[in-house]
């Protein structure tokens, strides 16, 4: 074939090109002379690059879009399980809840989450505890449901509050010893999340329990066991919530001061512990009972709490 078919074919071939791959091969071979075949290829390849982006993005939308959908799903369960109240109020980077869960299914991780554990006179677990695990596992398993990497609970044995509330002492700022009621009923707690860990491996359930003392997470945050004292914001905080506090104070502690007294202590010590959760990354609170007061006492700020609703177990016979 003649040269001057073969140019005449290469400029009809790259007429053909989208009107914005020929304005970029202008750019760059501006007040230049080249081959129509030259400019061409250099079409082409522009062309191949930008199906490449446009499929690289398009496949990231996608992803984004999954992401999405699973976080707005999840949330929905937290909510729907929220009987005693959601504490999540919107802050400058939005809404908490959704941010942490977000942040876990866009990392490819487990959401995760955790639980108090208190104990008082009794040593055995009974049909209120199950209650609350059903509740928990409950809401575990919706998540799973949605989301394949399922999540995590930790499950904190409250043992500096079990002492607080009069039941056992604590040994100097740095020691405790749990009642023997106490004691034998978070042994007997421990081994029931044991037992539904090994349950949930043998089916292939992506649910994980991890439990842990309280009393050791303050010494990994530099905690004394003990209070300093409250301080003016601690009392202010207690102001707020007088009635509750003092009337919980006055049914579950054995601390052997005055109901205002203990009301006080717990809060000094709840707002001293907001130091530990906000070390923990990325969780969300669930709690048995009411949301009143939690985010003035007990979450750190960005730090969203879901409560189940009912009493807490440990206080029922």
């Given at each position: 074939?003649?040269?001057?078919?073969?140019?005449?074919?290469?400029?009809?071939?790259?007429?053909?090109?989208?009107?914005?791959?020929?304005?970029?091969?202008?750019?760059?071979?501006?007040?230049?002379?080249?081959?129509?075949a030259t400019r061409l290829r250099v079409a082409q390849e522009l062309t191949r690059q930008s199906v490449v982006v446009e499929t690289r993005t398009s496949s990231h939308a996608q992803a984004e879009r999954v992401v999405?959908?699973?976080?707005?799903?999840?949330?929905?369960?937290?909510?729907?399980?929220?009987?005693?109240?959601?504490?999540?109020?919107?802050?400058?980077?939005?809404?908490?809840?959704?941010?942490?869960?977000?942040?876990?299914?866009?990392?490819?991780?487990?959401?995760?989450?955790?639980?108090?554990?208190?104990?008082?006179?009794?040593?055995?677990?009974?049909?209120?505890?199950?209650?609350?695990?059903?509740?928990?596992?409950?809401?575990?398993?919706?998540?799973?449901?949605?989301?394949?990497?399922?999540?995590?609970?930790?499950?904190?044995?409250?043992?500096?509050?079990?002492?607080?509330?009069?039941?056992?002492?604590?040994?100097?700022?740095?020691?405790?010893e749990l009642s023997d009621s106490a004691r034998a009923y978070h042994d007997q707690v421990r081994e029931r999340f044991v037992r539904l860990n090994d349950g949930n491996q043998a089916s292939g359930v992506p649910i994980?329990?991890?439990?842990?003392?309280?009393?050791?997470?303050?010494?990994?945050?530099?905690?004394?066991?003990?209070?300093?004292?409250?301080?003016?914001?601690?009392?202010?905080?207690?102001?707020?919530?007088?009635?509750?506090?003092?009337?919980?104070?006055?049914?579950?502690?054995?601390?052997?001061?005055?109901?205002?007294?203990?009301?006080?202590?717990?809060?000094?010590?709840?707002?001293?512990?907001?130091?530990?959760?906000?070390?923990?990354?990325?969780?969300?609170?669930?709690?048995?009972?009411?949301?009143?007061?939690?985010?003035?006492?007990?979450?750190?700020?960005?730090?969203?709490?879901?409560?189940?609703?009912?009493?807490?177990?440990?206080?029922?016979?």
């Amino acid at each position: 074939m003649p040269k001057q078919e073969i140019e005449v074919d290469t400029a009809e071939l790259l007429a053909q090109m989208p009107a914005e791959i020929i304005v970029r091969v202008d750019r760059i071979f501006a007040g230049k002379k080249v081959l129509f075949a030259t400019r061409l290829r250099v079409a082409q390849e522009l062309t191949r690059q930008s199906v490449v982006v446009e499929t690289r993005t398009s496949s990231h939308a996608q992803a984004e879009r999954v992401v999405r959908e699973t976080t707005a799903a999840l949330v929905r369960e937290f909510r729907k399980a929220a009987i005693g109240g959601l504490e999540s109020p919107d802050d400058e980077e939005g809404n908490p809840l959704q941010r942490r869960i977000y942040t876990a299914v866009s990392s490819d991780q487990p959401v995760q989450a955790f639980m108090f554990w208190g104990a008082g006179d009794k040593a055995l677990m009974g049909n209120h505890e199950e209650k609350l695990i059903s509740a928990t596992t409950g809401l575990l398993e919706a998540i799973a449901g949605v989301y394949s990497n399922g999540a995590v609970m930790g499950v904190i044995l409250a043992d500096v509050h079990v002492v607080n509330n009069g039941y056992g002492e604590f040994l100097g700022d740095h020691g405790l010893e749990l009642s023997d009621s106490a004691r034998a009923y978070h042994d007997q707690v421990r081994e029931r999340f044991v037992r539904l860990n090994d349950g949930n491996q043998a089916s292939g359930v992506p649910i994980e329990f991890r439990v842990a003392a309280l009393s050791n997470l303050y010494k990994q945050n530099g905690l004394t066991l003990r209070n300093g004292g409250p301080t003016s914001e601690d009392r202010e905080a207690a102001a707020r919530h007088a009635a509750l506090l003092i009337a919980n104070a006055g049914l579950y502690s054995r601390a052997n001061v005055a109901p205002e007294e203990s009301a006080l202590s717990y809060v000094a010590m709840r707002r001293r512990e907001q130091a530990i959760l906000a070390a923990i990354p990325n969780a969300v609170l669930v709690a048995p009972s009411v949301s009143i007061g939690a985010g003035d006492i007990i979450l750190p700020k960005g730090m969203p709490g879901v409560f189940l609703g009912g009493r807490a177990p440990w206080f029922q016979e």
